[in-house]
């Protein structure tokens, strides 16, 4: 089986600008949650889907959001990016919760 | 809140000696202890679970030990290798919350 990919890999934006990525999880699994990764504050959850509903959002702005489509892949977008944003943004699919699998992440650099 | 208190911050240990990783956690609605193994450049990877019916799992080297009145898991690391450098975390969930609160991680070194 083809394992969670993420797009892009790697991005650079700027301050003030929107920006969305990409998940693909395993196929079959339902589930898809969304990790934030700084050396400051390590792994952080974002939210997480299943079956299109998202069932639990972590504490972040009002300017991280998501969603989840029919075919289980899922998106994530900030807006109105700040600096503090630069990250590696993980996400990881799972049957139905339990046993994530992650992706590679997609490295945001904010300038 | 420091909900999950993941130990040490770093280890160092010989080629064929046992690491130790600690993880205690507050919430007692938590239900699901697992570890992953993150390497530079790469998303964390399931190395091994637990659920709080057992107090000891074990495949190959690594084994978990669970203590549910301590509040505490740990991670054991047999006969260590070089190639199980990584940085280890501990990500404890439960109670129907649907999210994975990550320790801090342990960067692990094994020299040869």
């Known amino acids: 089986k083809a394992g969670v990919t993420q797009t892009p890999r790697y991005l650079i934006k700027t301050r003030g600008q929107q920006v969305t990525l990409s998940c693909s999880p395993i196929?079959?699994?339902?589930?898809v949650s969304w990790y934030q990764q700084t050396p400051g504050q390590g792994l952080q959850f974002l939210f997480e889907?299943?079956?299109?509903?998202?069932?639990n959002k972590g504490n972040f702005p009002g300017r991280f959001s998501g969603r989840q489509f029919s075919n289980s892949r899922s998106e994530m977008n900030v807006s109105t990016l700040e600096l503090g944003d630069s990250a590696l943004y993980l996400c990881?699919?799972?049957?139905?919760?339990?046993?994530?699998?992650f992706g590679p992440g997609t490295r945001l650099t904010v300038t | 809140q420091q909900q999950v208190k993941q130990s040490p911050q770093s280890l160092i240990v010989q080629k064929g000696g046992i690491s130790i990783i600690n993880c205690a956690y507050e919430?007692?609605?938590?239900?699901?202890f697992p570890w992953y193994q993150q390497f530079p450049g790469k998303g964390p990877a399931l190395l091994i679970a637990?659920?709080?019916?057992?107090s000891e799992k074990k495949e190959g080297r690594f084994t978990i030990s669970f203590n549910k009145s301590a509040k505490q898991f740990s991670l054991h690391i047999m006969d260590s290798q070089p190639g199980d450098s990584a940085t280890y975390f501990c990500?404890?969930?439960?109670?129907?919350?649907?999210?994975?609160?990550f320790g801090k991680g342990t960067l692990l070194t094994v020299n040869p």
């Open positions: 990881a699919s799972s049957q139905s919760f339990y046993e994530q699998y």
């Open positions: 196929s079959g699994h339902r589930s």
């Open positions: 889907y299943f079956s299109e509903t998202q069932r």
């Open positions: 919430n007692t609605a938590f239900d699901y």
């Open positions: 637990i659920r709080p019916d057992v």
């Open positions: 990500a404890p969930s439960g109670g129907s919350n649907y999210k994975l609160t």
